[in-house]
Structures are given as C-alpha cells and as structure tokens.
C-alpha cells in the first residue's frame, strides 16, 4: 500500500465511522495504516487539515455534483437535503463538516453552493440556512449517539427527523421570501 493523501482520508474516514471524531486521531490513523505518525504529517500539516480533507471527501457529491449543462439547478430545499444526507451517512458527520469550517474557502465553498441554490443569491440566506442544516444534523446525530448509549429506541424514526428538518427548511426559506418582498 502507498502511503498518500487519499489512504489517508480513507482510513480516518473508516475510523470515523466506527468510533467517532473524537477518536480519529493522528496516531490512531496512522495505526490502522500501519506506519508511523510522522509519516502522515508529509501529506496533512495536522489534524485541523485531516478534518478539512475528510469533510471535502463526505461533502463531494454536493460539492462537484453540477447538472449535464455544467449548472446545478437543484432548489435551496434539495441541496439542504442533500447536504443533510451527506452528514447523516457518516458518524459524527455534522461535527467533521462543522470544525472543517475553519477552512475559509471550504466555508465560501459551502455557503456559494446554498447561495446559488436559491431563487435569489443571498449571501445571508446560504449563511442561515448552511448552519441551520449542521445543527440541526448534529441535534440528529447526538440524539441518536445517546439513544445507542443509553439503549433507549424511543423517537429514532428517521422519518421524524427528516419530517422537522424540512419544516425548519421551509420556515427558513419563508422567512428569506418575506424578507426579500419587504426590502
């Protein structure tokens, strides 16, 4: 196996996935490759950057995904969706994208994608709705962690979650009408 960036991300995804962020360490990456932790820092400067490189990798689809004509015209609400299902289908997936916020360009990145998912870029609107979408996933993901701790099934339909989550989508997108109609 060659040591670079994309094994590495792969196994501090894998790690992820089974046990957490708080557990996908430098070390503990470098463990599961089975080499050295310095050998990681020839490719990540440090975990901050490991955390940014694994949360372009979950956020992929959304971040490449562009229609036939080159355009991607999905509404504000799907790419919400969306960009909620890419966070649920990982561990800690909300925490990862959260913490790889620091990364201005990734920030820009996300808060562009949602901008130009509406009917009227807005600047304010991708900002809201893109940390509406990672609080309300983390809600979701802690909820579920302390549900599996605690043994306790009760309210785990996704479908409840999902069901609150698009209301809050819609009263969000409301609220950015109304503002738009009274400026």
Not at 15 to 22: E, F, P, R
Not at 70 to 86: E, F, H, I, S
Not at 130 to 147: P, S, Y
């Amino acid at each position: 196996m060659q040591l670079n960036r994309e094994t590495i991300i792969d196994a501090a995804i894998s790690i992820l996935n089974s046990y957490g962020l708080a557990d996908m360490t430098m070390r503990r990456v470098a463990k599961q490759l089975d080499v050295a932790p310095g050998a990681l820092y020839w490719h990540f400067k440090n975990k901050q950057e490991l955390i940014g490189a694994t949360a372009r990798r979950i956020l992929a689809p959304l971040l490449d995904g562009t229609g036939a004509d080159g355009v991607d015209k999905q509404g504000a609400a799907a790419t919400c969706a969306q960009l909620r299902d890419l966070m649920i289908s990982h561990r800690d997936g909300s925490e990862v994208v959260s913490a790889a916020l620091s990364d201005a360009a990734l920030r820009a990145e996300l808060e562009r994608k949602v901008s130009d998912s509406l009917d009227v870029a807005d600047e304010v609107g991708a900002f809201t709705l893109l940390h509406f979408v990672i609080g309300a996933v983390l809600a979701e993901q802690t909820q579920h962690q302390l549900q599996e701790f605690t043994g306790d099934e009760e309210n785990t339909e996704d479908e409840i979650y999902r069901e609150r989550f698009s209301t809050g989508i819609k009263i969000v997108l409301a609220g950015l009408d109304a503002l738009g109609t009274i400026r």
